[in-house]
């Protein structure tokens, strides 16, 4: 799959696939990547407030890095090695409470807010919304009817309407636009142990996470159904108590997160059209996952 002098694009600046740009741009490629979202990041994004300047890139989101199987969990310690050393990400072990639905011994919080400074001004970022892709007899790729490059990679959850493959019927991608609601708290401290993690907390709040940046904390959480649309007064009149007292809010804030899913059925149908084509699919369902199948490009063996 490497790839050399070519006209490439990325859709997405999810940390893999900045992580991927960076790499194909190293063997002297022309590297695009294409999102359309104010910040980089995708679902690793973070505030622009006071806050996020005055102590750190404050995260919107409740995303973490975590292994599924035991596979993936004999690999952590060579992906953090190489993240620590490739990327200089902030990598810590923490042995704080952490469920999720595979549990293993050692865990871990990573902090990209550097590697997003530093991949920002090494790549070309076009703030664009790419909503076709078609593959030409001369084994070029167009997007959106008029961008030419010479291949195309496509993250899991991208929000493509259309692809065409070359002598092959047009493909419209099956997609479920899910718009999530995310709470953010800054506080002093919180009532739950630092650091903390958990994919099923309650009736209202499906995941919440808390960590330190810097002097501060931060928890964020991501509401269930049947509390999105609620605002911010009475979200912190009958749901912050069992988080943090108010003599320890700093301040909070609500988010909307624009998702287009796709089940593994969709995926699979995905990656059959365009399989031996110029569009190359990027596994981008888990951070974990995505990176081990890209292990090979990043060439991790050799740190």
Not at 156 to 177: H, M, Q
Not at 188 to 201: E, G, T
Not at 233 to 260: A, C, E, G, M, P
Request: glycine content about 2%.
């Amino acid at each position: 799959m490497r790839i050399k002098k070519q006209k490439l694009a990325l859709i997405s600046t999810s940390p893999l696939m900045m992580m991927l740009a960076l790499r194909l741009q190293e063997d002297g490629n022309e590297v695009t990547i294409f999102d359309y979202s104010k910040n980089v990041g995708g679902a690793w994004t973070w505030f622009n407030n006071k806050y996020s300047k005055r102590y750190d890139k404050i995260p919107k989101y409740t995303n973490i890095i975590n292994p599924y199987n035991k596979r993936e969990v004999n690999f952590t310690s060579i992906m953090n090695n190489f993240l620590k050393k490739k990327y200089k990400i902030e990598v810590k072990q923490t042995k704080k409470k952490f469920e999720i639905n595979y549990d293993y011994k050692k865990k871990y919080i990573y902090n990209f807010s550097k590697f997003f400074e530093f991949a920002s001004k090494k790549l070309k970022i076009n703030k664009k919304f790419i909503f076709k892709i078609e593959t030409l007899a001369n084994n070029k790729v167009r997007l959106n009817d008029k961008i030419m490059f010479d291949k195309v990679f496509i993250p899991s959850f991208s929000g493509l309407k259309k692809i065409k493959i070359y002598n092959k019927e047009v493909f419209f991608p099956d997609t479920k636009k899910i718009i999530s609601e995310h709470l953010s708290i800054i506080a002093k401290k919180f009532k739950l142990k630092n650091f903390y993690y958990s994919q099923f907390f309650d009736n209202n709040f499906d995941r919440v996470k808390i960590e330190k940046i810097k002097k501060i904390y931060c928890l964020t959480a991501r509401l269930d159904h049947s509390i999105k649309g609620i605002k911010i007064t009475k979200l912190k009149r009958f749901y912050l108590d069992k988080f943090v007292k108010q003599s320890d809010l700093i301040n909070l804030q609500i988010s909307k997160f624009h998702n287009y899913y796709r089940n593994k059925n969709q995926l699979q149908k995905l990656m059959n059209i365009v399989k031996n084509s110029n569009i190359k699919y990027v596994d981008t369902t888990q951070f974990m996952c995505g990176f081990f199948a890209l292990r090979k490009i990043f060439n991790v063996s050799k740190l």
